[in-house]
């Protein structure tokens, strides 16, 4: 298949860029980045810089790769990383636009590489259980329940891609939060902290920059691993109660 | 230079608790005087770094990757191994011992896998602790299923995603370390030398990936938890990132590589599909639990498959041949998986492959629908169900049990798994090779210390599958921690180490010159174009059965490749500036170099075990023959630059298992 890409180049340390267009023949049981991979061939082996983007474990689950693509984040397929993207669902002759994450708070580094640091930072402040190595009771001694474990679980499935920002208009990273909230908080060995967890990490995303949420929904419709936005519903009740409990 | 184990003296089973209260320990007040480097942040070095940090050791960590979250650990589906004994079926931490001894075909070290035994149970507390959400039951205790190669269930899982969630338990750990100062976090930071001051590892030369600059980092010790080396094969299960860079660094200064051929094939990958795939996808081991793996019995069926004239899932059952089942009737579908690849390739080497290139079989799950399914009817008062209500139903169950892994397969491959048996075929996976660690997992060079993929310590020969989490996070939060402390506690009168001497002056100037050489070729093959026909050289002579006039060809291409690469790479861009394209170029020149003592390895070790099989040493029926009298020792390498590599040999002493032959008859 002959396709037409509209790739946004932006070199390193430089506010501007702007789309290029190049054509690549690509087949149907490629993925998407192994198209990529042909092109970026052809462009060194004709002396041209490859385009940069991320990627690493092209399974779906590492969260490394992220790029708009005709408008949506990873791709038109839903529940799907791009890295799991096959050319299948294009056509021959298909014209495909080619983006990085745009949010302030996911500054671009080149092309379609973007610093996600923020999303670190965000749970550096909060979002985990307090436990060293070796403090552990034993596994079974706390029963967690079967449908409470799978809600956290549902939650736990973030990959941590940033997709959700991408997709808000506010740039809001308020699904990414919320779904680390919701993991903890709904075992029982992550509710003891969940009034300072909530208060730290929601005050750093703002310190980020990020938007508000004006429920608009896109992150939901786009994540990859398909969160809920009930997780964010979750996190503004807790948030309302540690305001109130004064945390 | 003779290799000392360090195994604790004392019966198996106390040699470790023994130990721990008796070595030497560092006073809270020095901790924080003393420096610890930890590379990689997967499941072992984000562990290590984490509990390091807790322990009140100053730890700088580093990664490659943008976050310290996206380590190949979090790839991991399955499970992980604890001898918990749950489900009251028997387990017991000998037993996982022993299923791990035997499993790595006998030629891992008894005193580090009874260790990996023992913690394992601390572990699963460690993470239920943290947060990770494992599966429960209605009840809410832990669930539990079981994987090959054994015949109890110990094996801990969150869905098909385990390995995401407690990497992820991991990191928010490390995070909780680097919020409190104790880590200091480096993204985005890739080793390119270790520092060696007066015989013992004291920093790191990085380079900065955003900026292309190389810096220096010194600290008392060095932790290596950088993973394995599958990608030398270009085509694994590996990320695409994953590479033997720092610790084939180490090696070339000065520590051993321990029994490099040792690869694990993993038996249920999604076959090859064209000369453009950048990377094979793993298909849980798991589904080998319900799964029933089978290739037509006669030529004619096999060509009416390939060229589509008939459906594998009309093909009638007399026809089909449920080859693990029929040799393996103990085990069947459960065979470990050196053995399950294998097979697999013979079958394939029959001729009896089922895709258009011949090298796929069938993993098939009509039967256990309609088992769940039947099952399902009862349990819901179905009285008399028809077949389309039974297949509902048993789907629905599967799909409870594996939608993820049925999803992702049919996104990749476009064929529905609940209607026509999913296509598999063996692919390069895990390396149990890796730098030679003592009992105290640090290398010959004395303040090196290595974790996890990064070491060969415990699984011989062959892993078992869900213990390759087991290991990361057993060295990682359980066993480093402790023994860090007896290089440390001679290290307290040592002040904070200067990167202001010769030896980091002079790895930092190697390594620049070792970058500018690679983007100076300028010649007219990509990186790419090179590690893809390394792959193939590997795959060929040095992969799922070996034979030394292949191993010679095969190091002699290897040679003759790496000399081309060195006058024909083309390495676009400059060395001081974000360039993804020279970071692979430095790391397939470490991989060619690795491939070449991986075949080196495979050449010396005249015998068949686990994942190395060599084609001389077989039975008549075609099982790997082990030869104990002669191999029952680690081949630890060290390289000499342009001369042979030096082997260094540690025997193994089996004091608690009798060595046996592998039997899943």
Same mark, same amino acid.
């Given at each position: 298949m002959q396709l037409t890409l509209k790739i946004w180049r932006q070199a390193p340390g430089n506010g501007q860029g702007k789309f290029e267009n190049y054509n690549v023949v690509a087949n149907e049981h490629m993925s998407f980045l192994e198209m990529l991979d042909v092109l970026n061939q052809d462009l060194i082996e004709s002396g041209k810089d490859p385009v940069a983007f991320e990627h690493d474990c092209r399974e779906g689950i590492c969260g490394t790769c992220s790029m708009v693509i005709n408008g949506r984040p990873h791709g038109p397929l839903q529940g799907t990383t791009v890295c799991q993207l096959h050319m299948r669902f294009f056509k021959d002759g298909d014209t495909i636009t080619i983006e990085p994450w745009r949010a302030a708070s996911f500054p671009i580094v080149k092309d379609l590489v973007v610093d996600r640091s923020s999303f670190d930072r965000i749970i550096q402040v909060g979002g985990y259980i307090s436990v060293n190595t070796?403090?552990?009771?034993?596994?079974?001694?706390?029963?967690?329940?079967?449908?409470?474990?799978?809600?956290?679980?549902?939650?736990?499935?973030?990959?941590?891609?940033?997709?959700?920002?991408?997709?808000?208009?506010?740039?809001?990273?308020?699904?990414?939060?919320?779904?680390?909230?919701?993991?903890?908080?709904?075992?029982?060995?992550?509710?003891?902290?969940?009034?300072?967890?909530?208060?730290?990490?929601?005050?750093?995303?703002?310190?980020?920059?990020?938007?508000?949420?004006?429920?608009?929904?896109?992150?939901?419709?786009?994540c990859p691993k398909e969160i809920s936005i009930a997780n964010i519903a979750r996190l503004n009740r807790q948030y309302l109660r540690a305001s109130l409990s004064g945390e | 230079m003779s290799l000392h184990s360090k195994v604790p003296p004392g019966e198996l089973a106390e040699k470790w608790t023994n130990y721990r209260s008796s070595m030497p320990l560092v006073a809270p007040n020095n901790k924080r005087r003393l420096e610890v480097i930890v590379v990689g942040t997967g499941l072992a070095g984000a562990s290590a770094a984490a509990s390091l940090g807790e322990l009140g050791y100053q730890v700088k960590c580093f990664t490659f990757h943008d976050s310290p979250r996206r380590a190949h650990s979090i790839a991991a589906q399955g499970?992980?191994?604890?001898?918990?004994?749950?489900?009251?079926?028997?387990?017991?931490?000998?037993?996982?011992?022993?299923?791990?001894?035997?499993?790595?075909?006998? /030629?891992?070290?008894?005193? =580090?896998?009874?260790?990996?035994?023992?913690?394992?149970?601390?572990?699963?507390?460690? $993470?239920?602790a943290q947060g990770v959400p494992f599966a429960r039951e209605y009840g809410g205790l832990l669930a539990n299923r079981s994987f090959g190669g054994v015949q109890v269930s110990r094996t801990f899982?969150?869905?098909?995603?385990?390995?995401?969630?407690?990497?992820?338990?991991?990191?928010?750990?490390?995070?909780?370390?680097? =919020?409190?100062?104790?880590?200091?976090?480096?993204?985005?930071? @890739? +080793?390119?030398?270790l520092v060696v001051v007066d015989g013992k590892a004291r920093g790191i030369i990085?380079?900065?990936?955003?900026?292309?600059?190389?810096? /220096?980092?010194?600290?008392? $010790?060095?932790?290596?938890?950088?993973?394995?080396?599958? =990608?030398?094969?270009?085509?694994?299960?590996?990320?695409?990132?994953?590479?033997?860079?720092s610790a084939w660094r180490a090696v070339k200064r000065g520590a051993y590589m321990a029994n490099p051929c040792f690869t694990q094939i993993h038996p249920t990958c999604i076959p090859v599909s064209g000369d453009y795939q950048s990377k094979l996808t793993l298909m849980s081991e798991s589904l080998r639990n319900d799964g029933r793996v089978w290739v037509p019995k006669e030529k004619e069926d096999v060509d009416a498959i390939r060229n589509g004239n008939t459906r594998p899932e009309d093909l009638p059952e007399e026809k089909r041949d449920y080859y693990l089942e029929r040799r393996y009737p103990a085990f069947g579908n459960l065979v470990p998986r050196d053995v399950a690849s294998r097979a697999a390739k013979q079958a394939c080497d029959e001729g009896k492959g089922v895709n258009q290139s011949g090298l796929?079989?069938?993993?098939?799950?009509?039967d256990a629908i309609e088992r769940y399914g039947r099952s399902e009817a009862k349990s819901q008062g179905l009285e008399n169900p028809n077949n389309s209500d039974i297949t509902k139903l048993g789907e629905g169950v599967v799909e409870a049990k594996y939608g993820n892994l049925f999803e992702m397969y049919e996104k990749i491959t476009g064929d529905n798994p609940y209607k026509t048996p999913m296509m598999i075929y063996p692919a390069v996976h895990y390396t149990m090779g890796g730098l030679w660690v003592d009992?105290?997992?640090e290398s010959n060079l004395p303040g090196l210390f290595v974790l996890g993929e990064a070491n060969y310590s415990d699984h011989g020969a062959n892993r078992l599958g869900a213990s390759a989490l087991m290991q990361g996070l057993a060295d990682g939060y359980f066993v480093v921690p402790y023994t860090i402390g007896t290089f440390l506690s001679d290290e307290i009168r040592n002040p904070a180490i200067s990167t202001d001497q010769r030896a980091f002056e002079e790895? @930092?100037?190697?390594?620049? %010159?070792?970058?500018?050489?690679?983007?100076?070729?300028k010649g007219n093959q990509t990186v790419e174009a090179f590690h893809r026909r390394l792959g193939l050289i590997m795959w060929e002579y040095c992969g799922m059965s070996r034979n030394a006039d292949g191993l010679r060809k095969g190091q002699k291409m290897i040679q003759e490749l790496r000399e081309e690469y060195w006058n024909d790479v083309l390495v676009p861009g400059n060395a001081d500036e974000f360039n993804p394209e020279l970071e692979k170029a430095v790391r397939?020149? %470490?991989?060619?170099? +690795?491939?070449?003592?991986?075949?080196? %390895?495979?050449?010396?070790r005249d015998e068949s075990c686990g994942g190395h099989f060599r084609e001389e040493y077989q039975t008549p029926e075609g099982e790997a023959l082990r030869r104990d009298d002669e191999f029952t020792y680690v081949a630890a390498w060290e390289w000499v630059e342009n001369a042979d590599s030096v082997l260094h040999k540690e025997e193994l002493t089996f004091e608690n298992v009798e060595l046996k032959t592998r039997s899943y008859k």
């Open positions: 070796g403090q552990a009771p034993d596994g079974n001694a706390i029963p967690v329940e079967r449908g409470e474990a799978s809600k956290s679980m549902d939650a736990a499935a973030c990959i941590g891609c940033g997709a959700c920002v991408a997709a808000c208009p506010n740039a809001s990273a308020m699904l990414f939060v919320s779904a680390k909230v919701s993991h903890l908080a709904l075992l029982p060995q992550g509710e003891v902290e969940d009034d300072k967890r909530v208060t730290a990490m929601v005050n750093q995303m703002d310190k980020e920059g990020f938007g508000n949420c004006s429920n608009v929904g896109a992150c939901e419709a786009e | 499970g992980i191994n604890a001898a918990k004994n749950y489900q009251n079926d028997g387990d017991s931490v000998y037993r996982l011992f022993y299923d791990t001894i035997k499993g790595g075909d006998y /030629r891992s070290r008894e005193a =580090n896998v009874h260790r990996l035994a023992e913690v394992s149970t601390d572990i699963i507390d460690q $993470c239920v899982y969150a869905r098909g995603q385990t390995g995401q969630q407690l990497l992820i338990g991991a990191y928010q750990a490390l995070s909780r370390q680097i =919020n409190s100062g104790a880590v200091s976090m480096y993204n985005r930071h @890739e +080793m390119l030398d990085a380079r900065n990936l955003l900026t292309g600059k190389l810096e /220096r980092f010194a600290a008392h $010790c060095v932790v290596l938890a950088t993973g394995g080396y599958g =990608n030398v094969y270009y085509l694994s299960t590996n990320a695409m990132c994953c590479n033997v860079t796929a079989v069938f993993l098939d799950f009509a009992y105290n997992l790895a @930092e100037q190697a390594t620049r %010159d070792r970058l500018n050489k690679l983007i100076s070729v397939v020149a %470490d991989f060619m170099e +690795m491939g070449e003592m991986m075949m080196e %390895d495979a050449l010396n």
